[in-house]
């Protein structure tokens, strides 16, 4: 059985840092891309990151690029994504969630149940 | 950047009757990289169809997704009372950006 379990979520100050993590069982973890996406308090979807298998591959949204970076222990069955210089508008609930493929064009086939990150002073 | 636009936003339907929801993309979808997915509160997303019209693991088969370019629908033949959720479309990968639409909330009328 697939499990993806978010951590690290909690309250920070606006222009802080926070580094969640993902732990990943029940699949090969290295064969599969893994996203980070968000969802605000009351509103949709929003894609964040993506990373292929081998971490060869890493794409980020416009909104947080320069600022968020997604990385990956196959070692450790384990995903990251190290936030800095949040903002208020970072406020959300953040899934990991499995790619169904190692790279290029995938979904995700599998999702965490989030961790809540809230960016407040 | 593909921007897919959900209709209705939200569906009043009663259990037993079909539900259709529409997600229009703003350019062509290429190889039908088009996913659906439903998200009941409390709880993460889970998927429902990929490549427009395959279901996933599990997936009871009330549930069919059609169409290719730019206009895709997800179908619910018998709406069951667990299926009273939020229903979002997502394009997948194009110029490696994933996109979501907004969402259609499937109430209970």
């Known amino acids: 059985e697939v499990q993806l379990l978010e951590s690290g979520g909690g309250l920070v100050q606006p222009g802080g840092s926070l580094r969640l993590s993902c732990a990943a069982s029940g699949f090969t973890f290295s064969s599969y891309a893994m996203t980070w996406v968000r969802q605000a308090p009351g509103k949709g979807l929003e894609w964040v990151s993506s990373i292929s298998g081998g971490s060869g591959t890493i794409y980020y949204a416009d909104s947080v690029k320069g600022r968020f970076t997604i990385s990956r222990d196959n070692s450790k069955n384990t995903l990251y994504l190290q936030m800095n210089s949040l903002r208020a508008q970072d406020t959300a609930v953040y899934y990991c969630a499995k790619g169904s493929a190692y790279s290029g064009n995938y979904c995700f086939d599998y999702w965490g149940q989030g961790t809540l990150v809230t960016v407040s002073s | 950047e593909i921007v897919l636009t959900q209709s209705p936003g939200t569906l009043s339907l009663s259990p037993g009757e079909r539900a259709t929801l529409s997600c229009r993309a703003s350019?062509?979808?290429?190889?039908?990289?088009l996913a659906w997915y439903q998200q009941k509160p409390g709880q993460p997303p889970r998927l429902l169809i990929y490549?427009?019209?395959s279901r996933a693991t599990g997936i009871p088969d009330r549930f069919s997704g059609s169409g290719s370019g730019t206009d895709f629908t997800l179908t619910i033949s018998s709406l069951d009372p667990e299926d009273f959720a939020v229903y979002y479309c997502q394009q997948y990968g194009y110029s490696y950006r994933w996109t979501f639409g907004q969402g259609t909330r499937v109430e209970i009328k």
């Open positions: 490549g427009a019209s």
């Open positions: 350019q062509s979808v290429s190889s039908s990289y």
